[in-house]
């Protein structure tokens, strides 16, 4: 059994340097964002006397890699400017396995993995998804965070090489079954609350009033409810200078909200005093209307990070008296009009550990293509600020690419 000294360089209350020792069982670790982490990442930055345009790419047929693209294949251009292709790598299950010119240094990208857990109830397949990140192949190199509820936690380059799988797993359950837990429970309490005034409205002298309670605890558990932005943006900030291929992993749980049965809002819909009331409250119990995503989309795709979302459906206790709508349809729109915007995946399923698998299979397959200006010297600032535009001779495919 080995003590954890963790320390947390940045909060989420902004930018604030503050120092935090916490012990928990199993393995050493370095929060998410650390000193350590910012000087590593820096050494594998793009240095200014790299003179190449370097493109990574993505090729799918449905959900299959496509591994036969030729540099034939490709047109690619920066701000309006023809860019020459020196050179191709195709890597496949991390390994080199066809060269095209111009030999392209270090073609095996170290991985950005960050699985932000967006939940309020620990459940075993929760934790399937902390096992499958560390029992599917990765490089000491690589760069994995885990996002809880609480905070980010980061493992470092040491403890990746040090330690085994199960006690990297172990320290992964560890924080996320305590900060869903802690966290959750805020949510899980409001939950019930609210469950027992529907209960309480058949016999209640003054629905009104119960209505007016459940009111208030609507509005408790949307603050507890909020589009985490400042976390993302935090890791665009951490990371955009990183030569690596970067995934932004959203598990978000399936959330429900208990409301009236059909008969129940019938006979509230039915009387003057509760009419306006239950129907305004009922109505439209939540919405991603109005969130402006669009700076934080250009901000990721700008850093070459790819967010995918992992939409975990659950299985609610059904209860005739009580109709359970869905509440998180909210977070789905948010996450999965992100995902798409990026070239991420977006899946509803109730396997979300199946689902990383096909994440960090095709992590392993990609292309490097190295460009150059056509017809003209290279400028630096030029390429350094510039952003591709690529087309490929089969349109049906669908692409992710960036520019490294």
């Not at 200014?48 to 799918?60: D, K, N, S, T």
């Not at 397949?125 to 996002?147: A, N, W």
């Not at 990183?242 to 429900?256: L, S």
């Amino acid at each position: 059994m080995l003590d954890i000294k963790i320390r947390e360089i940045f909060s989420r209350e902004g930018g604030r340097k503050k120092r935090q020792k916490l012990v928990f069982p199993a393995i050493s670790f370095l929060v998410f964002f650390t000193l350590n982490s910012f000087s590593k990442l820096e050494a594998k930055s793009i240095q200014p006397e790299e003179r190449a345009v370097l493109i990574f790419l993505q090729a799918f047929d449905k959900e299959n890699f496509v591994d036969n693209i030729a540099a034939s294949d490709l047109e690619i251009s920066l701000d309006g400017s023809p860019l020459k292709i020196d050179g191709l790598v195709l890597v496949k299950g991390s390994k080199v396995k066809r060269t095209e010119g111009k030999a392209i240094a270090s073609p095996i990208l170290p991985r950005v993995l960050i699985l932000e857990f967006r939940g309020y109830q620990y459940e075993q397949k929760l934790g399937q998804v902390v096992e499958q990140l560390f029992r599917h192949p990765y490089s000491p190199t690589d760069m994995i965070s885990l996002v809880t509820p609480v905070k980010p936690y980061g493992f470092s380059e040491q403890t990746l090489r040090d330690y085994s799988v199960e006690q990297l797993i172990n320290a992964g359950l560890t924080v996320l079954k305590r900060d869903i837990s802690s966290t959750g429970q805020k949510q899980l309490d409001i939950i019930q609350e609210m469950t027992r005034l529907i209960l309480d409205l058949p016999q209640a002298t003054s629905p009104r009033d119960v209505l007016r309670e459940y009111q208030q605890n609507l509005e408790n558990l949307k603050m507890l409810r909020l589009f985490d932005e400042a976390t993302i943006r935090r890791a665009v900030d951490f990371y955009a200078p990183t030569r690596a291929q970067k995934r932004y992993i959203v598990i978000c749980q399936q959330e429900f909200l208990p409301t009236p049965s059909a008969e129940m809002m019938e006979r509230l819909l039915s009387h003057q005093d509760t009419m306006f009331q239950a129907s305004e409250l009922f109505r439209k119990i939540e919405s991603a209307e109005g969130i402006e995503l669009e700076p934080l989309i250009s901000e990721l795709t700008s850093s070459g990070i790819v967010l995918d979302l992992l939409y975990f459906k659950t299985n609610p206790r059904v209860r005739p008296e009580i109709q359970l709508r869905e509440l998180s349809t909210d977070m789905f729109d948010i996450y999965s009009k992100i995902a798409r915007a990026t070239g991420g995946m977006v899946e509803a399923t109730n396997t979300p550990a199946a689902q990383l698998k096909k994440i960090l299979t095709n992590s392993e397959n990609y292309y490097l293509i190295s460009c150059t200006l056509e017809g003209q010297a290279t400028d630096v600032s030029r390429i350094s600020l510039g952003k591709p535009a690529l087309r490929l001779k089969n349109p049906s495919l669908s692409l992710v690419y960036f520019k490294l």
